[in-house]
T-cell receptor
Framework: SQKIEQNSEALNIQEGKTATLTCNYTNYSPAYLQWYRQDPGRGPVFLLLIRENEKEKRKERLKVTFDTTLKQSLFHITASQPADSATYLCALGLNSGYSTLTFGKGTMLLVSP | KAGVTQTPRYLIKTRGQQVTLSCSPISGHRSVSWYQQTPGQGLQFLFEYFSETQRNKGNFPGRFSGRQFSNSRSEMNVSTLELGDSALYLC??????????FGSGTRLTVV
């Protein structure tokens, strides 16, 4: 069956360190993968999109990698700040014309000062 | 520009009742998707509308329905509410599927 797995345990790191979050999937052939940030009681906010033919994408302190052989995406936040504390969701999109996003359950990141 | 607006923000209903939730997408976005979010299941896709037509449907019972109007505003309806329908209902709009803009959601509590 199709699965998208993100660490269910919260990731605790210190301010200034690099946070690395993992998204693994099985029985999918995604055309692209998106990462979202969600704060408590709010809707997810789009961060980055990476396509199947791209290995890496960067945006300011964020970096996403996409390995279709390992069926894995890594999401990095460098020089993390307490304001980065949130839940981060990965979402897969297929290549069919009418496909929708399928989300992982998310990983909570806690950055302490 | 204005974001995705969902109303109401909070709702408390009794089992067996029905509820209607509303979503106004970003101007120019013709695709509207609905998701249910619960702590145990995460974000689960309900349905997607594009130009007033349902384009995709998730694996939810027929008690869950929706529609889209000519101005792209969308509503979803849940009939015969069950306790398990308590969740955060999120609406998202997109113009090209490369990014989705979500509303803040409607928190539905069924008692």
């Amino acid at each position: 069956s199709q699965k998208i797995e993100q660490n269910s345990e919260a990731l605790n790191i210190q301010e200034g360190k690099t946070a690395t979050l993992t998204c693994n999937y099985t029985n999918y052939s995604p055309a692209y993968l998106q990462w979202y940030r969600q704060d408590p009681g709010r809707g997810p906010v789009f961060l980055l999109l990476i396509r199947e033919n791209e290995k890496e994408k960067r945006k300011e302190r964020l970096k996403v990698t996409f390995d279709t052989t390992l069926k894995q995406s890594l999401f990095h936040i460098t020089a993390s700040q307490p304001a980065d504390s949130a839940t981060y969701l990965c979402a897969l999109g297929l290549n069919s014309g009418y496909s929708t996003l399928t989300f992982g359950k998310g990983t909570m990141l806690l950055v302490s000062p | 520009k204005a974001g995705v607006t969902q109303t109401p923000r909070y709702l408390i209903k009794t089992r067996g009742q029905q509820v209607t939730l509303s979503c106004s997408p970003i101007s120019g976005h013709r695709s509207v998707s609905w998701y249910q979010q619960t702590p145990g299941q995460g974000l689960q896709f309900l349905f997607e509308y594009f130009s007033e037509t349902q384009r995709n449907k998730g694996n939810f019972p027929g008690r869950f329905s929706g529609r889209q109007f000519s101005n792209s505003r969308s509503e979803m309806n849940v009939s015969t509410l069950e306790l398990g329908d308590s969740a955060l209902y999120l609406c998202a709009s997109t113009v090209n599927r490369e990014s989705y803009t979500f509303g803040s959601g409607t928190r539905l509590t069924v008692v």
